[in-house]
Protein backbone atom coordinates (compact mmCIF):
# COMPACT_ATOMS: atom_id res chain seq x y z
CA UNK A 1 0.00 0.00 0.00
CA UNK A 2 1.14 3.57 -0.83
CA UNK A 3 1.66 5.69 2.30
CA UNK A 4 -0.16 8.79 2.67
CA UNK A 5 3.03 10.70 3.68
CA UNK A 6 6.44 9.65 2.52
CA UNK A 7 9.53 11.49 4.00
CA UNK A 8 12.61 11.06 2.91
CA UNK A 9 16.33 12.18 4.16
CA UNK A 10 14.47 14.98 5.61
CA UNK A 11 17.38 18.11 6.64
CA UNK A 12 16.76 21.08 8.24
CA UNK A 13 19.84 23.47 9.06
CA UNK A 14 19.65 26.92 10.62
CA UNK A 15 22.05 29.56 10.93
CA UNK A 16 23.88 30.19 14.16
CA UNK A 17 24.11 33.52 15.24
CA UNK A 18 26.81 36.06 14.09
CA UNK A 19 27.74 37.71 17.23
CA UNK A 20 30.80 37.30 19.56
CA UNK A 21 29.20 34.23 21.25
CA UNK A 22 27.32 32.58 18.59
CA UNK A 23 30.37 32.22 16.00
CA UNK A 24 29.07 31.41 12.32
CA UNK A 25 27.85 28.26 10.49
CA UNK A 26 24.54 26.26 11.04
CA UNK A 27 22.83 24.09 13.74
CA UNK A 28 21.13 20.87 11.77
CA UNK A 29 18.28 20.33 13.77
CA UNK A 30 16.38 17.47 11.32
CA UNK A 31 19.24 14.86 10.19
CA UNK A 32 18.48 12.84 7.65
CA UNK A 33 14.89 11.22 8.75
CA UNK A 34 13.01 9.33 7.19
CA UNK A 35 9.35 7.92 7.97
CA UNK A 36 5.65 6.90 6.04
CA UNK A 37 2.39 7.57 7.66
CA UNK A 38 -0.62 5.46 6.36
CA UNK A 39 -3.66 6.86 5.74
CA UNK A 40 -6.35 6.72 8.33
CA UNK A 41 -3.37 5.87 11.55
CA UNK A 42 -1.97 7.88 14.17
CA UNK A 43 1.61 8.17 13.79
CA UNK A 44 3.22 9.21 17.25
CA UNK A 45 6.45 10.96 17.37
CA UNK A 46 8.28 11.34 20.74
CA UNK A 47 11.14 12.63 21.76
CA UNK A 48 12.68 15.47 24.65
CA UNK A 49 12.45 18.87 24.07
CA UNK A 50 14.48 20.27 21.54
CA UNK A 51 14.94 16.89 19.75
CA UNK A 52 13.37 17.97 16.46
CA UNK A 53 9.39 16.82 17.02
CA UNK A 54 8.16 20.42 15.64
CA UNK A 55 10.27 21.07 13.22
CA UNK A 56 9.76 17.86 11.89
CA UNK A 57 6.15 18.83 11.49
CA UNK A 58 6.43 22.40 9.93
CA UNK A 59 8.61 21.00 7.50
CA UNK A 60 6.05 18.25 6.19
CA UNK A 61 3.92 21.32 5.81
CA UNK A 62 6.65 23.71 4.54
CA UNK A 63 5.91 26.07 7.27
CA UNK A 64 9.20 25.56 8.01
CA UNK A 65 11.35 25.42 4.60
CA UNK A 66 13.20 21.92 4.70
CA UNK A 67 17.41 22.59 3.67
CA UNK A 68 17.07 18.90 1.74
CA UNK A 69 15.21 15.65 1.38
CA UNK A 70 11.95 14.36 -0.32
CA UNK A 71 8.43 15.04 1.24
CA UNK A 72 5.70 13.29 -0.54
CA UNK A 73 1.64 13.61 0.29
CA UNK A 74 -0.23 11.53 -2.44
CA UNK A 75 1.28 11.89 -5.81
CA UNK A 76 2.52 15.60 -4.53
CA UNK A 77 6.54 16.42 -4.42
CA UNK A 78 5.64 19.08 -1.90
CA UNK A 79 9.17 20.87 -1.49
CA UNK A 80 8.83 21.12 -5.99
CA UNK A 81 5.57 23.01 -5.41
CA UNK A 82 5.34 26.24 -6.04
CA UNK A 83 3.95 28.94 -4.07
CA UNK A 84 0.59 28.92 -5.68
CA UNK A 85 0.39 25.20 -5.68
CA UNK A 86 1.47 24.75 -2.00
CA UNK A 87 -1.69 26.90 -1.33
CA UNK A 88 -3.55 24.73 -2.81
CA UNK A 89 -2.03 21.79 -1.51
CA UNK A 90 -2.43 22.70 2.21
CA UNK A 91 -6.44 22.44 1.81
CA UNK A 92 -5.56 18.83 1.98
CA UNK A 93 -2.52 19.22 5.20
CA UNK A 94 -3.76 21.25 8.02
CA UNK A 95 -1.75 21.84 11.59
CA UNK A 96 -3.65 21.97 15.31
CA UNK A 97 -0.95 24.22 16.98
CA UNK A 98 0.48 23.33 20.84
CA UNK A 99 -0.81 26.68 22.34
CA UNK A 100 -4.30 27.54 22.19
CA UNK A 101 -3.75 31.45 23.69
CA UNK A 102 -1.10 32.37 21.04
CA UNK A 103 -2.19 30.42 17.63
CA UNK A 104 -5.79 32.69 18.07
CA UNK A 105 -5.94 36.18 16.57
CA UNK A 106 -7.39 37.74 20.09
CA UNK A 107 -8.58 40.55 18.04
CA UNK A 108 -10.87 38.14 15.21
CA UNK A 109 -14.15 36.69 16.52
CA UNK A 110 -13.94 32.70 16.61
CA UNK A 111 -16.58 32.69 13.84
CA UNK A 112 -13.94 34.49 11.57
CA UNK A 113 -11.69 32.68 12.81
CA UNK A 114 -12.76 29.13 11.77
CA UNK A 115 -14.18 31.01 8.60
CA UNK A 116 -10.76 32.07 7.75
CA UNK A 117 -9.32 29.15 5.31
CA UNK A 118 -12.76 29.31 3.59
CA UNK A 119 -12.40 32.86 2.49
CA UNK A 120 -8.58 32.08 1.79
CA UNK A 121 -9.57 29.04 -0.53
CA UNK A 122 -12.55 31.05 -1.71
CA UNK A 123 -14.82 28.04 -1.07
CA UNK A 124 -18.80 29.34 -0.77
CA UNK A 125 -20.63 31.84 -0.67
CA UNK A 126 -20.87 33.98 2.51
CA UNK A 127 -24.27 32.31 3.49
CA UNK A 128 -22.58 28.77 2.90
CA UNK A 129 -19.95 29.94 4.77
CA UNK A 130 -21.65 31.18 7.94
CA UNK A 131 -23.45 27.55 7.68
CA UNK A 132 -20.31 25.69 7.58
CA UNK A 133 -18.86 27.78 10.38
CA UNK A 134 -22.09 26.71 12.73
CA UNK A 135 -21.33 23.12 11.26
CA UNK A 136 -18.24 23.22 12.99
CA UNK A 137 -18.62 24.17 16.03
CA UNK A 138 -20.77 22.08 16.65
CA UNK A 139 -18.69 19.51 15.50
CA UNK A 140 -16.25 20.22 18.32
CA UNK A 141 -18.57 20.93 21.03
CA UNK A 142 -19.43 24.26 20.68
CA UNK A 143 -22.07 26.07 20.37
CA UNK A 144 -22.49 27.99 17.13
CA UNK A 145 -23.67 31.13 18.87
CA UNK A 146 -19.98 31.37 20.40
CA UNK A 147 -19.10 32.49 16.77
CA UNK A 148 -19.75 35.85 17.82
CA UNK A 149 -17.57 35.90 20.76
CA UNK A 150 -13.75 36.74 20.65
CA UNK A 151 -11.21 34.00 22.00
CA UNK A 152 -10.32 35.52 25.55
CA UNK A 153 -13.83 34.49 26.25
CA UNK A 154 -12.91 30.80 26.24
CA UNK A 155 -10.92 28.56 28.20
CA UNK A 156 -7.63 26.61 26.69
CA UNK A 157 -9.48 23.58 25.88
CA UNK A 158 -12.52 25.39 24.44
CA UNK A 159 -10.06 27.40 22.15
CA UNK A 160 -7.97 24.41 21.22
CA UNK A 161 -11.34 22.84 19.88
CA UNK A 162 -11.21 26.15 18.19
CA UNK A 163 -8.48 25.53 16.84
CA UNK A 164 -9.67 22.39 15.55
CA UNK A 165 -12.60 23.76 13.65
CA UNK A 166 -10.46 25.80 12.22
CA UNK A 167 -7.91 22.72 11.37
CA UNK A 168 -10.90 20.75 9.78
CA UNK A 169 -12.66 23.95 7.65
CA UNK A 170 -11.23 22.22 4.22
CA UNK A 171 -11.80 18.88 4.89
CA UNK A 172 -8.07 17.89 5.29
CA UNK A 173 -6.74 14.28 4.35
CA UNK A 174 -3.63 14.76 7.08
CA UNK A 175 -3.16 17.33 10.20
CA UNK A 176 -0.31 17.52 11.94
CA UNK A 177 -0.69 17.48 15.71
CA UNK A 178 2.11 19.53 17.27
CA UNK A 179 1.77 18.56 21.05
CA UNK A 180 -2.26 19.45 21.10
CA UNK A 181 -2.88 18.72 24.82
CA UNK A 182 0.15 20.08 26.93
CA UNK A 183 -0.81 23.42 27.40
CA UNK A 184 -3.76 22.48 28.48
CA UNK A 185 -5.16 21.24 32.60
CA UNK A 186 -5.06 17.66 33.03
CA UNK A 187 -8.69 17.77 33.48
CA UNK A 188 -9.00 18.61 29.98
CA UNK A 189 -6.62 17.15 28.19
CA UNK A 190 -8.67 13.62 28.20
CA UNK A 191 -12.01 15.63 26.44
CA UNK A 192 -9.74 16.60 23.73
CA UNK A 193 -8.17 13.95 22.95
CA UNK A 194 -11.20 11.60 23.09
CA UNK A 195 -12.17 14.80 20.15
CA UNK A 196 -9.43 14.41 17.89
CA UNK A 197 -10.02 10.35 18.00
CA UNK A 198 -13.92 11.21 16.95
CA UNK A 199 -13.18 13.39 14.53
CA UNK A 200 -10.93 11.04 13.08
CA UNK A 201 -13.46 8.41 12.56
CA UNK A 202 -16.10 10.40 11.45
CA UNK A 203 -13.45 12.07 8.85
CA UNK A 204 -11.17 9.76 7.85
CA UNK A 205 -8.07 11.88 9.20
CA UNK A 206 -5.02 11.34 9.32
CA UNK A 207 -2.43 12.25 12.18
CA UNK A 208 1.31 13.09 12.88
CA UNK A 209 0.85 13.49 16.91
CA UNK A 210 3.91 14.96 18.39
CA UNK A 211 3.95 14.57 22.18
CA UNK A 212 6.19 14.10 24.47
CA UNK A 213 3.58 12.76 27.21
CA UNK A 214 4.39 8.90 26.39
CA UNK A 215 0.95 7.58 28.30
CA UNK A 216 -0.59 9.66 25.69
CA UNK A 217 1.38 8.53 23.17
CA UNK A 218 0.88 4.64 23.94
CA UNK A 219 -3.05 5.34 24.19
CA UNK A 220 -3.41 6.79 20.60
CA UNK A 221 -0.87 6.40 18.37
CA UNK A 222 -0.72 3.02 15.65
CA UNK A 223 3.02 3.74 15.48
CA UNK A 224 5.67 5.57 17.12
CA UNK A 225 9.01 7.38 15.94
CA UNK A 226 11.90 8.22 18.69
CA UNK A 227 13.77 10.83 18.05
CA UNK A 228 16.82 12.26 19.44
CA UNK A 229 19.23 15.06 18.86
CA UNK A 230 17.46 15.37 14.95
CA UNK A 231 17.83 11.65 14.07
CA UNK A 232 15.21 8.80 14.87
CA UNK A 233 16.37 6.26 16.36
CA UNK A 234 13.56 4.14 16.16
CA UNK A 235 10.60 3.20 14.57
CA UNK A 236 7.55 0.69 15.68
CA UNK A 237 4.21 -0.27 16.16
CA UNK A 238 3.22 1.41 19.69
CA UNK A 239 2.65 -1.84 21.46
CA UNK A 240 6.03 -3.02 20.47
CA UNK A 241 7.83 -0.01 21.41
CA UNK A 242 6.67 -0.14 24.58
CA UNK A 243 6.87 -3.78 25.65
CA UNK A 244 10.07 -4.31 23.85
CA UNK A 245 12.33 -0.97 23.19
CA UNK A 246 15.62 -1.42 21.79
CA UNK A 247 17.58 1.29 21.07
CA UNK A 248 18.93 2.45 24.18
CA UNK A 249 17.75 6.40 24.50
CA UNK A 250 14.28 4.62 24.02
CA UNK A 251 14.56 2.65 27.02
CA UNK A 252 16.23 5.71 29.25
CA UNK A 253 12.59 7.62 27.39
CA UNK A 254 9.78 4.89 28.55
CA UNK A 255 11.67 4.10 32.14
CA UNK A 256 11.03 7.92 33.30
CA UNK A 257 6.93 7.43 32.51
CA UNK A 258 5.01 8.90 35.19
CA UNK A 259 2.79 5.53 37.13
CA UNK A 260 -0.17 5.25 38.21
CA UNK A 261 0.27 3.90 41.53
CA UNK A 262 0.61 6.30 44.20
CA UNK A 263 4.35 5.98 45.61
CA UNK A 264 5.63 3.69 43.29
CA UNK A 265 9.22 4.70 42.77
CA UNK A 266 10.62 4.95 39.21
CA UNK A 267 13.19 2.43 37.92
CA UNK A 268 14.96 5.35 35.30
CA UNK A 269 17.33 3.62 32.98
CA UNK A 270 19.88 6.86 32.50
CA UNK A 271 21.31 7.60 28.81
CA UNK A 272 24.62 8.91 28.25
CA UNK A 273 24.95 11.34 25.38
CA UNK A 274 28.37 10.13 24.67
CA UNK A 275 27.28 6.91 24.15
CA UNK A 276 25.00 8.00 21.13
CA UNK A 277 26.01 7.16 17.68
CA UNK A 278 24.83 8.29 14.31
CA UNK A 279 24.04 4.77 12.58
CA UNK A 280 21.05 4.20 10.21
CA UNK A 281 18.03 2.73 10.79
CA UNK A 282 17.76 -0.90 10.22
CA UNK A 283 14.82 -3.51 10.67
CA UNK A 284 15.09 -5.85 13.36
CA UNK A 285 11.71 -7.44 13.21
CA UNK A 286 8.71 -6.82 10.41
CA UNK A 287 7.46 -3.19 11.46
CA UNK A 288 10.23 -2.66 14.01
CA UNK A 289 13.48 0.05 13.18
CA UNK A 290 15.97 0.46 15.06
CA UNK A 291 18.95 2.91 14.85
CA UNK A 292 21.34 -0.05 16.65
Do not use: W
Not at 22 to 28: F, I, V, Y
Not at 175 to 183: F, G, K, R
Not at 197 to 203: E, G, V
Amino acid sequence: MTPLVDVRHLVKDFPRGSGPLGGRGTTRAVDDVSFAIDAGETFGLVGESGSGKTTTGRCLLRLVEPTSGEIHFRDMDIRALSARDLRRARRHLQIVFQDPYSSLNPRMRVGDIVEEPLVVHRIGTKADRKARVAELLRMVGLDPADATKLPEAFSGGQRQRIGLARAIALEPSFVVCDEPVSALDVSVQAQVVNLLLDLQAKLGLTYLFIAHDLRLVRQVCTRVAVMYRGRLVEIAPAATLFTSPAHDYTRALISGMPTLVPGQKLDRIPYDPQRFEKLPLREIAPGHLAAV
